[in-house]
């Protein structure tokens, strides 16, 4: 465990935040969006996931191999043959 660094609680707005060291920031790796999450008495504070990496190139890589077809039958209606503009 690294070094322990004191705090405190303020009051931003209606809402209370704490202020995290440039330092720590440095040493954790996190930047932007953050995940916080309760353990017992403890706030644990993590990068995010970022969602959706690599889907450009998982999407590519499935019409290069024609895998990217829909796997649901289209149930059109009354309606979208004859009202719907394609």
């Known amino acids: 465990m690294g070094t322990a660094i004191r ?3 303020v009051k931003i707005g209606n809402s209370q935040g ?8 440095e040493q954790s ?3 932007t969006e953050i995940e916080i999450e309760v353990q017992g008495n403890q706030l644990i504070i993590r990068t995010a996931p970022q969602l ?3 889907w450009d190139a998982a999407f590519a890589a499935m019409a290069e191999e024609q895998d990217d077809v829909l ?5 059109t ?3 979208d043959q004859s009202e719907w503009e394609w």
């Open 29 to 31: 790796g996190i930047h």
């Open 71 to 75: 796997l649901d039958k289209l149930n």
């Open 7 to 9: 705090s405190q609680i």
């Open 77 to 79: 209606t009354n309606w």
């Open 52 to 54: 959706r990496v690599g």
């Open 18 to 25: 704490i202020r995290i060291p440039k330092i720590l920031l």
